[in-house]
Structure formats: C-alpha cells, structure tokens
C-alpha cells in the first residue's frame, strides 16, 4: 500500500520524511546578500512547439526578471532567529537549487520542534500562471481525467514547488507516526540543508519564468523536552524571500492538457473501463526530465512492492502520443508517482 500524502504547513501540499540533519553551530548568514550571476540552463532534448489543437491560446510574453535579487531573508519573534539563503536568484527551472535554513534560539529557555525531513519547511504553493484545465469532457472521460490528475493532488489551480532534504521527492512520510521531538538550548543555532529538483511539484514539468513568494516555515514550542505542549501554544513564524524561477523558452503542457490527448487513445480508456478507478489502481501523470515526455496512465495493484504499469508515452510539447509501455512498475526503483 501506498504511503499516504501527508498535509504540511505550507499553502498546498508539503512533504517530508524525517532524514534531515543538523549543521554544525555558526552565526546565521549575513541578510541581503546580492545573487550570483544566473548559470546558463544545461541542453534539454530538442523540442517542438505545441499543435495548435492543443493549447489554442497565445502565450504571453514572460515577465522580466529584476537585474538585482537578493538571496537571503531573516526575521526574530518569540526568542527565535530563523534565516533562509538560497544558493541563486533567480533559480533555472529544470535545475536543482539548494537552500540552508539557520534557526538560532535567542531567547532564555530551551526551543522544542519536530526535525521531520526538514525542521524548516520552504516552497512557494503559487508558481506563475495558474495550471491551464484543458477540455471539459463528457463522461466518462471527464471522470478519468480526475482520476489521473488527482492522484497528482492537481485539484487546484497553483503549481507549487517545495524544497526536501537529499534523497527525498515528496512521495511519501512516516513522521506523523513517529513521535520525534529535539531541543535547541538557548543561544544554539542549526542549520537545514535542503534541495529543489527545478520542476513543478509532484514529478511535472519545469515552471515558467515567474517571481515568487519563498517561504521558509519553522513550527516550534517553548520548555521543557519532556513536557506536554499544547497546540494552542505552538509558535509558527515564516520568513519571506522574493525569488524568481527563470523558466525554459519551451512550451510546455500543463496536465490537463496531456490529459486530454492521453484519453483520445483507446488502449488508455480501455483499461481505465475495465479496472477499478480505487483499491490501490493509482492514476499516473509525471513528466520525464531526460526524454520530455510525460507518461500517463495506471499503476495497477499487484503485489507490492511492484505494480503493473499501462503507460502512454507523450512529447510533452507537441502532444503526440510516442508509445504504449505495459511493464512492472518496481516502487524502490520508479519511485511513486
């Protein structure tokens, strides 16, 4: 059984797992450090513009990115100093970024907190324009499109992009199970690395050029380790970063857009007609970095930790339907979708 996706306390969907491992005591970093100068994307497999029949509207022309960016924030409140330092400004969309996160303890008693993945929680839950829907099918179509891109929690209308420790996707936690709990004497500091992967979360494609709203989120209580603390107690306290994401020049499509080609093909429906939509069939719609395809279809429940996958492989940017894949989809390896 799938683990399941557990609500964080960002705006929209935060993931983490409890890996993260605290830096050696320093000073928090200076506040408004200048970026570096933006690195050039790496090349990405050559791509074609979209058809016309499937994103119809004209894109706008993408906002311009500001010559000066800064690329760290801080902010003090209730005995805490917590500071967030992004390795670039603006950060290339299909790249990987990584930020440190210090949190010193200035006030007089011991600070308790949860270390879960990441004790300080960044992502932005509004990425550029929102998801373009696509068509409104009749059902049953319009039902399997749900289903698919439920499954990718895209029931809104934001891309969001969220920060994890090394190793770690979003696909899953155990920290709400597990009662894990430090403390940071006063005057200590830790420090929190963690890394983006450069694309739309969960497993989609890159985010267009877009200014964002960084969040850095630090949930913490105040006392004794081994004492009760109520909820009603708990201080949240967030530091804002203007960032921006500096978006590839490739159209991509949006989910509901490859969606909608993927349920023109019949091998799809047809397996979307014979299977139970529940218990375990999980809908699939993720975006392949090396190939920019996106694969869309089911896993169906088998005997874990291996599935069988019924995938259509799509061009991510023309919508051409490249392939049908039927194979094992092994968790460990594949990763969940």
Known sequence: ??????????????????????????????????????????????????????????PSPPPTIPDQLFTTAAVEQNGVRISIELERNPMPAGEPAWVTSTVTNTGDDPVVYVPCGEAVNVGAAIVGPPWRKGLALPNPAMAWKAYLLGHQGLDGDDRSLFFFAEGQTGASSGCGDIAHVKSLAPGATFR?????????FRRLAPPPTAMIDLVGKFEFDRGDLLAEHPPEDRHLLDVHLEAWIDGRPDGYLDPGEVADVALRDPRLTAILAARDLHNGNEGVLIFDPVSAKYQVGMLESGNLPVARAHLLTIDAVTGEIEGWVERDWDYAVDDFP
Do not use: K, N, Y
Not at 16 to 38: E, I, K, N, R, Y
Not at 192 to 200: K, Q
């Open 1 to 58: 059984m799938r683990p399941h996706l557990v609500a964080g306390s960002l705006v929209g969907l935060v993931l983490t797992a409890c890996l993260a491992q605290p830096f050696p005591s320093s000073p928090p970093p200076p506040v408004g450090s200048p970026s570096p100068s933006p690195l050039a994307h790496p090349a990405l497999p050559t791509v074609r513009r979209p058809i016309e029949t499937i994103v119809p509207e004209t």
């Open 192 to 200: 929190d690395r963690a890394r983006w992967d450069g694309f739309a």
